[in-house]
């Protein structure tokens, strides 16, 4: 499809964008580590192609078109924009997230003085205005298209492609391909049609064209045929599938996989290093690699290394009950390793047995979590700690009375002595037990040894189950790979809450909505009530009962929850549930898959311990 010539449009785009394969151009063009990259021109060119393009269709519609007529400038803004949003995720974020929001309501709270609640207006509530069988208001409508048509022109005159290095652009590559693998190909945002595959498409498409414009700079010209074979190859594949038929788990072993390992060879090939700054590791060639994920990046800064003595320091403090004000409970009393660190309570129980308001949510991955506790009440795992000392009904004791009972024990002084420079303080005690905390995801289950390549031992049944779980069953729009939780790729800056219509009794024919606000307190935000955090489902098998008041025994219960639409699919009033209300239609062959696969994700220590 040819882009679109418009007012928007940058007059020298085409000829500046295609000079690399003129040939009588220069016969190499280098790229440099330090300075600024001489392809930002062609980049920025393409840039505002894709952008003018998506803007062209936007501005055609209105409410006094035919609805047929505003559903076909739809799905052609929308493959513009498709184009665009590798460019967008890299260089413009906050403006990809907003143009490309669920039609969910935006929360955000600074203080009590200082709450914003606002309707999205992106591309996902278009689809779902346009296409839904439940109509719309011409005013709900026009207030959409008037936010793209003024946003798209606002993104472009502000753009900031102007002093990119090489090693940008390179990140650009690996994070669109980070975003198809892990919400792509999901129907994230695609919430009506399921046009992902085809999305994707033009997702590859643009990664195509920027290779095409550094295609020159390859000092292996091997490398360079790799990797548009390997991309005509993608392409070729999500072409040849519908959304539920799609297999994704051989798509990511296939392509994904490949060509995050093709990215680290071009980097060598430019000599160049990506960024270590950021939550993906860049080395790493694997989705589902130990090291996929910087977990110094989600670690509080400037926190000492993570060594094997400081894990084995955390491990004491966690399982010591002296440190509690009691001397009754310690962490591992509602965090047990054979339950893969929770407790098997409905909710937990606290000193003397005193139930708690909340499941014990597992410790493993939870280092891959930007906030902590089912509310988000707590910003880190040294935070989260705190809350715990804190607590009448769990430790009951002070952080100063907290470090004075380590540092009298003796065994105690000698360790931080070695490990922390002597300083037995708080922080460091509470680092510790964190540190420890994030030893616990070691990504070495049944599956991910299977995405690693280590073994080919995944079952039919269970692959369908990762694939159903991907795709029809929307799990992953929700619960994201590699960790399976709701820290949102490809940048994993944050982690989601939802509002799922959870009920307090375990009924399905006669439920009764649970009554605990979840985020709603402290900041009283009725637009916040009956929000949780999504949890991981690694070791999922182990950690029942589930959800947060751990109201469902068995895994058949959970998913047949989601597959009849949450509280509000089984008739509960639910305000601003965010779970479809409508049924998934999985067949009882298709739910048993998904727990199959579901059961893949149990760690190699609980496998041998069974």
């Known amino acids: 499809m040819k882009p679109v010539i418009n007012k928007y449009l940058f007059i020298g785009a085409i000829a500046l964008l295609f000079s690399c394969n003129n040939p009588n151009s220069e016969p190499k063009l280098m790229v440099s580590r330090d300075n600024e990259s001489m392809f930002n021109d062609a980049i920025r060119d393409y840039y505002f192609q894709t952008l003018d393009s ?78 839904s069988d439940e109509g719309f208001s011409s005013g709900e409508l026009q207030t959409v298209i008037h936010y793209l048509q003024v946003r798209i022109p606002y993104v472009r005159k502000n753009h900031i492609i102007k002093t990119q290095r090489d090693r940008h652009h390179l990140k650009m590559i690996r994070d669109a391909i980070v975003n198809v693998a892990t919400k792509g190909i999901t129907g994230f945002d695609s919430p009506m049609l399921a046009n992902s595959l085809n999305e994707a498409i033009y997702n590859y498409e643009s990664i195509s064209t920027i290779l095409n414009i550094y295609k020159d700079a390859f000092s292996n010209k091997t490398l360079y045929t790799e990797w548009i074979n390997e991309i005509n190859s993608t392409i070729n594949d999500l072409k040849s599938n519908n959304f539920d038929e799609f297999d ?3 798509f990511i072993k296939k392509h994904t996989n490949t060509q995050l390992g093709l990215v680290d060879r071009t980097a060598t090939d430019w000599k160049i290093e990506l960024n270590t700054s950021r939550s993906l590791n860049p080395k790493s060639i694997n989705l589902f ?21 400081r894990v084995a320091l955390g491990k004491q403090l966690f399982n010591d009950k002296a440190l509690s004000g009691s001397e009754t409970i310690s962490c591992a009393t509602c965090h047990l390793k054979e339950k893969a660190f929770t407790d098997g309570h409905k909710r937990a129980l606290g000193i003397n047995g005193r139930e708690l308001q909340r499941n014990s949510p597992t410790l493993s991955y939870a280092v891959y979590q930007r906030t902590l506790f089912y509310d988000g009440r707590a910003g880190g795992l040294e935070d989260q700690i705190v809350n715990v000392t804190d607590d009448e009904n769990e430790f009951h004791i ?82 994201f790979p590699p960790a399976f939780n709701g820290t949102v790729p490809p940048k994993y800056l944050d982690t ?68 009849v639409g949450g509280g509000e699919g089984m008739g509960l009033d639910v305000p601003h549930q965010t779970l479809s209300p409508d049924s998934l239609g999985l067949t009882t062959n298709e739910s048993k898959a998904i727990i199959a696969f579901m059961k893949t994700l149990t760690d190699k220590q609980f496998e041998e311990s069974d």
């Open 398 to 479: 002070d952080l100063n009375s907290l470090e004075k009972k380590v540092r009298k024990n003796p065994s105690y002084q000698a360790q931080f002595d070695t490990l922390y420079d002597g300083q037995v303080t708080n922080l460091n005690v509470r680092n510790a037990i964190a540190t420890y905390i994030r030893s616990l995801a070691p990504f070495d289950s049944k599956f991910d040894r299977n995405m690693q390549g280590h073994e080919n031992t995944m079952t039919d049944e269970e692959v369908l189950g990762f694939n159903l779980f991907m795709g029809k069953a929307a799990c992953a729009t929700c619960h």
């Open 54 to 131: 998506t803007a062209f269709y936007v501005e055609q519609m209105d409410t006094l078109n035919p609805l047929s007529k505003n559903k076909e400038l739809f799905l052609k803004s929308r493959e513009w924009y498709k184009r665009v949003e590798p460019m967008l995720i890299a260089y413009d974020y906050e403006n990809y997230l907003s143009m490309n929001a669920p039609n969910l309501l935006k929360v955000e709270i600074d203080d009590y003085q200082d709450i914003k609640i606002q309707d999205p207006k992106s591309f996902q509530v278009l689809e779902e205005l346009l296409f």
């Open 496 to 563: 989601e809450f939802e509002n799922l219509g959870v009920p307090k009794n375990a009924s399905f024919e006669t439920p009764i909505l649970d009554d605990d606000p979840g985020q709603y307190y402290p900041y009283k935000v009725e637009q916040k009530r009956n929000f949780f955090k999504t949890s991981t489902v690694r070791n999922v098998e182990l950690t029942s009962p589930y959800m947060h008041n751990g109201v469902y025994e068995t895994l058949d219960e959970v998913v047949q929850f989601y597959n």
């Open 248 to 250: 994704r788990y051989s």
């Open 289 to 309: 690699d130990k090291d996929f994920l910087n977990m110094k990046m989600f670690s509080l800064q400037r926190a000492p290394e993570i060594t094997e003595e």
